[in-house]
Protein backbone atom coordinates (compact mmCIF):
# COMPACT_ATOMS: atom_id res chain seq x y z
CA UNK A 1 0.00 0.00 0.00
CA UNK A 2 1.11 3.55 -0.85
CA UNK A 3 0.47 5.90 2.28
CA UNK A 4 0.68 9.29 1.70
CA UNK A 5 3.40 10.38 4.16
CA UNK A 6 4.56 14.25 4.34
CA UNK A 7 7.58 13.49 6.35
CA UNK A 8 8.85 11.31 3.48
CA UNK A 9 6.92 12.57 0.32
CA UNK A 10 6.55 15.90 0.40
CA UNK A 11 8.91 17.85 -1.51
CA UNK A 12 7.80 21.66 -0.59
CA UNK A 13 6.26 22.86 -3.66
CA UNK A 14 2.52 22.69 -2.70
CA UNK A 15 1.30 22.16 -6.14
CA UNK A 16 3.65 19.10 -6.69
CA UNK A 17 2.66 17.52 -3.18
CA UNK A 18 -1.42 17.73 -4.02
CA UNK A 19 -0.64 15.75 -7.33
CA UNK A 20 1.29 13.23 -5.79
CA UNK A 21 -1.22 12.88 -2.48
CA UNK A 22 -3.92 12.28 -5.38
CA UNK A 23 -1.89 9.64 -7.11
CA UNK A 24 -1.24 7.80 -4.08
CA UNK A 25 -4.64 7.55 -2.93
CA UNK A 26 -5.84 6.89 -6.59
CA UNK A 27 -3.13 3.89 -6.78
CA UNK A 28 -4.77 2.68 -3.01
CA UNK A 29 -8.19 2.75 -4.63
CA UNK A 30 -6.77 0.36 -7.22
CA UNK A 31 -5.11 -2.13 -4.96
CA UNK A 32 -8.41 -2.35 -3.02
CA UNK A 33 -10.61 -2.53 -5.64
CA UNK A 34 -12.78 -5.60 -6.84
CA UNK A 35 -12.39 -6.17 -10.30
CA UNK A 36 -15.97 -4.45 -10.60
CA UNK A 37 -14.25 -1.08 -10.24
CA UNK A 38 -10.54 -1.72 -11.66
CA UNK A 39 -11.39 -0.45 -14.80
CA UNK A 40 -13.08 2.44 -14.07
CA UNK A 41 -10.41 3.49 -11.22
CA UNK A 42 -7.85 2.75 -14.10
CA UNK A 43 -9.05 5.07 -16.16
CA UNK A 44 -8.94 7.86 -13.37
CA UNK A 45 -5.61 6.91 -13.00
CA UNK A 46 -4.24 7.20 -16.73
CA UNK A 47 -5.85 10.59 -16.75
CA UNK A 48 -4.65 11.57 -13.98
CA UNK A 49 -1.18 10.87 -15.19
CA UNK A 50 -1.84 12.54 -18.53
CA UNK A 51 -2.55 15.36 -16.75
CA UNK A 52 0.31 15.00 -13.87
CA UNK A 53 3.23 14.54 -16.81
CA UNK A 54 1.60 17.31 -18.78
CA UNK A 55 1.56 19.75 -15.75
CA UNK A 56 5.03 18.53 -14.44
CA UNK A 57 6.27 19.22 -18.16
CA UNK A 58 5.31 22.95 -18.46
CA UNK A 59 6.81 23.73 -15.12
CA UNK A 60 10.17 22.16 -16.58
CA UNK A 61 9.65 24.27 -19.64
CA UNK A 62 8.96 27.81 -17.92
CA UNK A 63 11.74 26.91 -15.58
CA UNK A 64 14.17 26.02 -18.13
CA UNK A 65 14.56 22.54 -15.62
CA UNK A 66 18.09 21.22 -17.17
CA UNK A 67 16.80 17.52 -17.04
CA UNK A 68 13.84 18.33 -19.00
CA UNK A 69 14.26 15.30 -21.29
CA UNK A 70 16.14 12.97 -18.86
CA UNK A 71 12.62 13.09 -16.70
CA UNK A 72 9.93 13.35 -19.10
CA UNK A 73 11.55 10.52 -20.50
CA UNK A 74 10.44 8.98 -17.54
CA UNK A 75 7.05 9.87 -17.49
CA UNK A 76 6.94 8.79 -21.53
CA UNK A 77 8.13 5.41 -20.36
CA UNK A 78 5.60 4.84 -17.46
CA UNK A 79 3.22 6.33 -19.04
CA UNK A 80 3.04 3.55 -21.61
CA UNK A 81 3.22 1.19 -19.61
CA UNK A 82 -0.06 2.45 -17.83
CA UNK A 83 -1.01 2.57 -21.82
CA UNK A 84 -0.18 -0.98 -22.38
CA UNK A 85 -1.88 -2.27 -18.96
CA UNK A 86 -5.35 -0.23 -19.63
CA UNK A 87 -5.39 -2.28 -23.12
CA UNK A 88 -5.00 -5.20 -21.20
CA UNK A 89 -7.72 -4.01 -18.19
CA UNK A 90 -10.28 -3.89 -21.28
CA UNK A 91 -9.91 -7.02 -22.43
CA UNK A 92 -10.58 -8.02 -19.22
CA UNK A 93 -6.90 -9.23 -18.23
CA UNK A 94 -6.88 -8.42 -14.27
CA UNK A 95 -3.75 -10.20 -13.03
CA UNK A 96 -0.70 -7.93 -14.75
CA UNK A 97 -2.19 -5.13 -14.23
CA UNK A 98 -2.81 -5.40 -10.64
CA UNK A 99 0.30 -6.55 -9.70
CA UNK A 100 1.38 -3.59 -11.56
CA UNK A 101 -0.47 -1.24 -9.82
CA UNK A 102 0.46 -3.14 -6.35
CA UNK A 103 4.17 -3.20 -7.18
CA UNK A 104 5.72 -1.63 -10.00
CA UNK A 105 3.93 1.82 -9.66
CA UNK A 106 4.57 1.70 -5.52
CA UNK A 107 7.96 1.05 -6.74
CA UNK A 108 7.97 3.41 -9.70
CA UNK A 109 6.51 6.44 -7.38
CA UNK A 110 9.06 6.12 -4.56
CA UNK A 111 12.35 6.47 -6.84
CA UNK A 112 10.99 8.50 -9.21
CA UNK A 113 9.86 11.16 -6.19
CA UNK A 114 13.23 11.17 -4.60
CA UNK A 115 15.23 11.43 -7.39
CA UNK A 116 13.73 13.06 -10.39
CA UNK A 117 10.75 15.33 -8.57
CA UNK A 118 13.11 16.13 -5.81
CA UNK A 119 15.51 17.82 -8.25
CA UNK A 120 12.80 19.40 -10.06
CA UNK A 121 10.85 20.72 -6.86
CA UNK A 122 14.48 22.35 -5.66
CA UNK A 123 15.16 23.32 -9.17
CA UNK A 124 11.79 25.47 -8.90
CA UNK A 125 12.43 26.81 -5.56
CA UNK A 126 15.81 28.07 -6.77
CA UNK A 127 14.91 29.53 -9.49
CA UNK A 128 11.59 30.71 -7.76
CA UNK A 129 8.80 29.78 -9.83
CA UNK A 130 7.59 27.27 -7.54
CA UNK A 131 4.39 29.37 -6.36
CA UNK A 132 1.59 28.60 -9.27
CA UNK A 133 -2.04 28.41 -9.58
CA UNK A 134 -3.98 25.42 -10.45
CA UNK A 135 -6.02 25.88 -13.74
CA UNK A 136 -8.11 23.24 -15.30
CA UNK A 137 -5.79 20.79 -13.39
CA UNK A 138 -2.77 22.28 -15.20
CA UNK A 139 0.13 24.90 -13.26
CA UNK A 140 0.12 28.32 -14.45
CA UNK A 141 2.78 30.39 -13.51
CA UNK A 142 2.25 33.22 -11.49
Given at each position: MLNWDATQHALGVAEMDATHREFTA???????????DFAALFEKLLEHCRLHFTSEGRLMRISRFPALNEHEGEHHRIYGDLVQMNRAVQRGRLMLPRAFVKEGLETWFSQHLSSMDAALAAHLKRVGTAPVELTGGLPVLM
Open positions: LVNLLAESDDT
